[in-house]
């Protein structure tokens, strides 16, 4: 199934992104009456017929609506620190989108190899995940974000049944036993989960979280890449929601 993406939507008409409309005429050759299924990244599956095209746009008349197709009964913003190579971060938001995320938002850490990110291309990254995995919702992605300011964003939250906020990182000193966040999540909650730089978060950092009521969290035993680390509790948590 070819799955197209628009928020170009009004009086039951869409209107594709020039990229997709490209594809949509040029590669599978599309013309006027064939059918397209589309999703608006806010939750609803659209079908429809091409109604008119020009050299680069599609016009879509809609005739049937999905809406809240396959939604989830959780919410989960994870924050992450780029990796040096953008490669792997892609790598991150690519999967993570298939297994299902709401929120990422790349944090700038203390040992942070990557300071820069363009979210142009991370953007596009994750339509192409939602729309390869047959998705209706697409994650939002949020600009580059320092630790201590990204902190300040959550200082409203909790942890109760309905909100929970993790601190996964690699150090002793800090608690007595760090349990694995399959221990710790709580199904049908609003999970917040800080993922550090290959070279761990500062002990600063580690504090600063505990102070504003962050849970530690393991991911187990072995020592994983950050990327990897960030699709495990992308994993856990939806297997708890499973």
């Not at 799955?3 to 005429?25: D, G, S, W």
């Not at 429809?48 to 197709?69: C, L, R």
């Not at 971060?89 to 850490?109: A, N, R, V, Y």
Request: glycine share 6%.
């Amino acid at each position: 199934m070819i799955l197209f993406y628009t928020n170009n939507i009004k009086n039951n008409v869409a209107e594709l992104p020039q990229e997709e409309a490209m594809h949509c005429l040029k590669a599978l050759r599309k013309k006027v009456g064939d059918e397209i299924q589309f999703v608006d990244g806010q939750g609803n599956w659209y079908k429809g017929k091409i109604i008119g095209t020009g050299k680069k746009t599609v016009s879509i008349g809609i005739e049937s609506i999905i809406e809240n197709y396959n939604s989830r009964n959780h919410y989960l913003h994870i924050a992450i620190a780029p990796t040096k190579n953008i490669n792997r971060l892609e790598w991150f938001l690519e999967k993570s989108t298939e297994f299902g995320i709401d929120e990422i938002t790349p944090l700038l850490c203390d040992h942070s190899e990557r300071k820069k990110i363009r979210l142009d291309r991370l953007e596009k990254v994750v339509i192409a995940a939602m729309k390869q995995s047959l998705k209706a919702y697409l994650p939002k992605i949020n600009d580059l974000t320092s630790f201590k300011d990204f902190l300040k964003t959550q200082n409203n939250l909790e942890n109760t049944a309905e909100s929970q906020k993790f601190i996964a990182h690699c150090q002793d000193g800090f608690s007595d036993e760090k349990l694995h966040l399959k221990n710790k999540a709580l199904n049908k909650s609003k999970i917040t989960i800080l993922i550090g730089p290959e070279g761990d978060f500062s002990s600063t950092e580690v504090e600063l979280a505990l102070s504003q009521n962050f849970q530690e969290i393991s991911l187990g035993k072995e020592r994983l890449r950050t990327e990897t680390a960030g699709l495990a509790a992308c994993h856990i948590v939806n297997l708890i929601n499973s």
